[in-house]
């Protein structure tokens, strides 16, 4: 199994700055995908970007493109997400989100990963 903890959420000001941490433990070698996604009480669950794990490849959701830059350091299992510009829109909780399976039809859909972090809060306030 693979589990995942999410952190560095927090309260920022409107154009401020967060960078979002998530630990990968367990069978962290069966990982092929990471992800963020983000969620807003009575909404669907968003996608925000995707990498493929030990790779380069990185996708992002057109909210996210130009102010959000996901990265991963593969040696110490971390995934992360620097967020620069940030809005009150972007006010969610974050999930860390993990696949195994190598085909993954639909990047940025929270139907494609199944295994998921508890969440941190990301507040912005105008």
């Known amino acids: 199994s693979v589990e995942l903890v999410e952190s560095g959420g927090g309260s920022v000001q409107t154009g401020g700055s967060l960078r979002l941490s998530c630990q990968a433990s367990?069978?962290?070698?069966?990982?092929?995908?990471m992800a963020w996604f983000r969620h807003v009480p009575g909404k669907e669950r968003e996608g925000v970007a995707m990498?493929?794990?030990?790779?380069?490849?990185?996708h992002y959701a057109g909210h996210a493109e130009g102010r959000f830059t996901i990265s991963q350091d593969k040696a110490k299992n971390q995934l992360y997400l620097q967020m620069t510009n940030l809005q009150p829109s972007d006010t969610a909780m974050y999930y860390c989100?993990?696949?195994?399976?190598?085909?993954?039809?639909?990047?940025?859909?929270?139907?494609?990963?199944?295994?998921w972090g508890q969440g941190t809060q990301v507040t912005v306030s105008s």
């Open positions: 989100a993990a696949r195994t399976e190598q085909y993954l039809p639909f990047p940025l859909s929270y139907t494609q990963y199944a295994n």
């Open positions: 367990g069978d962290t070698h069966l990982i092929k995908w």
């Open positions: 990498a493929r794990s030990g790779h380069t490849y990185t």
